[in-house]
């Protein structure tokens, strides 16, 4: 299966996707289509694109939307457009692989489409999540609460990264099923290792809060053996997960 089909079939999987994509304005997804065709391609860094009007032309948009459109390229830092003879659309800059609620990020040597191993990620926390709940021991949530604290006291993204990576790591643990947590811990080893760049949305903060609370609560909800909790959070760290301008490179989540 090739890189394209597996795009196709996530954009397929999943009304919260499916609505997302709906919301979107007609700047917004000719943005995101190009972002896309970027990855997909591997386009090097200053290919040009063509000019507004070749752009114009070819997603059948008006002079507003495209302009749009390329000023959301631009705030993403991955156009720059030159004026005069010789000038154009030209791309700065690689798309990041997988969009993780606030958090873009870019990877090398995988060997994995990163986001099929997101995706096994969620599923796998999805089932040792709810079995955590049931086994949790004072150690376990002991070393959840100090992934915790290094989620709220993350200096730069890469460091939220790696906390939010060791405190799901805790969760599994805490399942006490050794395969399903090796399996997990392997992904999540890959994910770290392979992570060459991880950067913040603008105006990330309120996204940012959001899922340091809702974190926080499936904690309590695994302290307190508190199952109804549990599966609230577990909705909410769903939607969390899915980036609502780009929701082709979030992880399907299970639903």
């Avoid at 397929?12 to 709906?22: F, M, N, S, V």
């Avoid at 860094?45 to 063509?50: E, K, Y």
């Avoid at 008006?62 to 154009?88: F, H, M, Q, W, Y």
């Avoid at 599966?231 to 899915?242: E, F, S, Y």
Wanted: glycine share 8%; hydrophobic share 40%.
């Amino acid at each position: 299966m090739t890189s394209s089909t597996r795009t196709h079939s996530r954009t397929a999987d999943g009304p919260g996707k499916k609505q997302a994509q709906r919301s979107l304005s007609r700047a917004q997804q000719v943005a995101v289509e190009v972002e896309n065709e970027l990855l997909a391609a591997h386009t090097p860094v200053g290919t040009s694109l063509g000019r507004r009007t070749d752009l114009m032309e070819r997603f059948r948009v008006s002079p507003t939307v495209i302009n749009e459109a390329l000023r959301i390229l631009r705030d993403r830092g991955l156009v720059v457009v030159k004026p005069g003879p010789g000038g154009g659309v030209f791309v700065a800059s690689r798309p990041p692989q997988v969009r993780l609620g606030a958090l873009d990020l870019w990877f090398s040597g995988t060997g994995t489409d990163p986001l099929d191993l997101f995706e096994a990620r969620m599923h796998l926390e999805d089932v040792l999540t709810r079995v955590a709940v049931e086994r949790a021991g004072p150690t376990d949530i002991r070393d959840m609460e100090w992934a915790l604290e290094s989620m709220r006291s993350a200096g730069t993204p890469r460091d939220f990264l790696d906390a939010n990576l060791r405190l799901h790591l805790a969760i599994a643990r805490a399942a006490r099923i050794p395969v399903l947590a090796g399996m997990y811990e392997a992904i999540a080893a890959i994910i770290g290792g392979a992570a060459t760049r991880v950067e913040l949305l603008p105006d990330h903060e309120e996204m940012y809060r959001h899922s340091i609370a809702v974190h926080v609560e499936i904690v309590a909800a695994i302290r307190d053996g508190d199952r109804e909790a549990l599966d609230k959070c577990l909705g909410l760290h769903r939607q969390d997960l899915v980036r609502a301008v780009d929701p082709t490179r979030s992880p399907v989540a299970p639903e």
